[in-house]
């Protein structure tokens, strides 16, 4: 019994012991393949226009092809599935927003195949956020929250686009009707460029969304922005006042976005990952790019994305039950 207990020690520090050599090893030949970047959104928006300008760079950084795959579907979670389902070797990676963190307060048991993003994805980094804007078609004649709070009083059900039900948007729309005492209708789009479409179009009156979808018709005059849904203003539009600023409080919401590996992703593997992708984020073309999208660049060590995934699911959670969000 002695001999076979000393014998499963030493055949565990063995195991301890290769499982260490191999991890360099397995981060010194990464990629050794063709690289999937997952965007759970349909093309077009913030996180697909990310996903390129990673692609290019890491495909040149790493000398294999980095591949867009977009894979949209129950409030990102299919594409979040189809990355946990795969192979934990880095190969696959997913590039998302936090509506993968509150579909599943909004969504029925079972979406996207059941997955816990929690459990079933591991934090890489996260690129940059966005802020949360409301904006409003020019035919208003509103350039603030209050006048455009006051013509939501006199015009009751006057409609609010978002990105989809239960969406950050969404969450943002109702925050503001229940902290101004409004009474508006939601109007859900399947995905932000179809939002944003509608505003411009006169179809929604008002709509939430991340700058990465709009800041291009912001500056061109075609839809203007009321506020931001932020603690503190934007310096991409440090014109423009945040809600709290203008008077109503509670209504702060922005989006994240974050890269993830399937659980199991080596730690020398995640780490590669996460300071190539940091080294981009140094980069000024990108910079300049992202910037130009409506995004802040971030950054730095997984657990900066970990801490987000973990305050937005006690937060939306909580949310979802106050505000009765439910998606489709």
Known sequence: MQFK???GRQLV???CITMGLLQPALAQSFPSKNVSLVVPFPPGGGPDLM???FAEKLAAQWGKPVIVENRPGSGALLGAQAVAKSPADGHTLLLTTNTMVISPHVLAPGAGGGIDVHTDLMPIVAPATTPMALLANPTLNVKDLPSALALAK???GMPYGSAGNGSPMHFAGEMLKRAAGVDLLHVPYKGVNPSVMAALGGEVKFLFVGLGGALPHIKSGKLVPLALTEKNRSPLL????TAGEQGVRGVEVNAWYGVFAPTGTPDSVRSKINA???ELLKMSDV???LATAGLDVLGGSS???GDFMRADRQRYGQLAKELNIKAD
């Open 287 to 289: 910079r300049e790019k």
């Open 154 to 156: 006199k015009q009751a």
């Open 13 to 15: 520090t063995l195991a």
């Open 303 to 305: 657990q900066v994305l």
């Open 238 to 241: 440090p014109e423009v006042p």
């Open 51 to 53: 996903a390129r300008v």
């Open 5 to 7: 207990s000393s014998l």
């Open 276 to 278: 190539d992708i940091n």
